[in-house]
């Protein structure tokens, strides 16, 4: 296959499919890089929303969307890996997918929203669903059991409208039930899998010990990751975006201009005609403003 080299198509890893005029054809999909993914997926989404269901052309774009983006099941996948009593890493890959598949079928391209914005909820509430309904290591009653799979629906539903995860006071409202009930639900939730943190494990590099030798035991906290700082970004970000939505067109384009081309305030000022005390001010009180926002739930 001959390789595009247009002006405004420069992808090596890109070439023109046999059957979709027009249409860029991935050989290696999950080998795309985060970047390049996501301007192809806007272009796969643009062409979908034009075929019929079930013809040979939907279905390749629509695989090749699910390949492309597999990234970000492996990235959601990453908190569960390894959980006692939880499912093989492969699995927990595959129940993921079903969440991408779920927000690729959902995703509306005129609402102008990253797909990844979308797709992360999907994919981490499928993983999420998955763990609490296969794996129970405290016994609850019955009622919570049910409660919690209510939750984990309402959850996703309420995540998937707003763009961040409901508080139990929005998940009480829509489930008809009070608070210290869905409280308690969320609490049962937690249940499904237990272990000490003293319970020894092998050596903490995986290595044996050498025959005769004395073995010393590690225990489950010295095999703990610390914190991946790049998840609670996701978080935050996805708390942030219905937030910035609601801004004014002249504060958006201040942050824009601070936080997206790293510019100072004076030279803010500058661009958009007003004194850097001014830029300052509008920042300030901005910024305050999301704080407290993104803090009351």
């Not at 049910?146 to 995860?165: C, D, F, I, V, W």
């Not at 305030?265 to 005390?277: A, C, L, P, V």
């Amino acid at each position: 296959m001959t390789s595009m080299a247009t002006a405004d198509t420069a992808a090596p890893s890109v070439t023109e499919h046999p059957v979709i005029d027009g249409l860029p054809h991935v050989p290696c999909p999950r080998e795309v890089d985060p970047g390049e993914a996501r301007q192809l997926t806007r272009v796969f989404f643009e062409r979908l929303r034009s075929l019929d269901e079930g013809t040979p052309e939907y279905q390749y774009v629509r695989n090749t969307l699910i390949e492309m983006n597999v990234s970000l099941v492996n990235f959601a996948a990453r908190p569960f890996r390894d959980r006692p009593g939880g499912p093989e890493n492969e699995d927990i890959v595959q129940v993921g997918i079903i969440g991408l598949i779920k927000a690729i079928d959902r995703y509306e391209l005129d609402r102008d929203t990253q797909f990844s914005t979308l797709a992360m909820p999907y994919i981490t509430g499928e993983i999420k669903r998955h763990f609490r309904d296969t794996t129970w290591a405290v016994r609850v009653p019955r009622r919570l059991q049910e409660m919690r799979a209510q939750l984990a629906r309402s959850t996703e539903e309420l995540t998937s409208e707003t763009g961040r995860a409901p508080t139990p006071a929005e998940l009480a409202e829509h489930l008809d039930l009070t608070e210290d009930e869905v409280r308690q639900g969320l609490v049962a939730a937690n249940g499904y899998s237990t272990q000490s943190l003293d319970a020894a494990t092998g050596s903490p590099d995986g290595r044996e010990s050498a025959p005769g030798a004395a073995r010393s035991p590690h225990t489950l906290a010295e095999t703990l990751g610390e914190t991946d700082d790049a998840l609670e970004t996701v978080e935050d970000l996805q708390s942030l975006a219905p937030l910035l939505s609601g801004l004014d067109e002249r504060t958006t384009r201040i942050l824009e201009l601070r936080f997206g081309q790293e510019m100072t305030q004076r030279q803010i000022g500058e661009e958009i005609g007003m004194s850097q005390m001014h830029v300052s001010r509008l920042l300030t009180r901005t910024l305050g403003a999301l704080r407290e926002e993104l803090l009351r739930d």
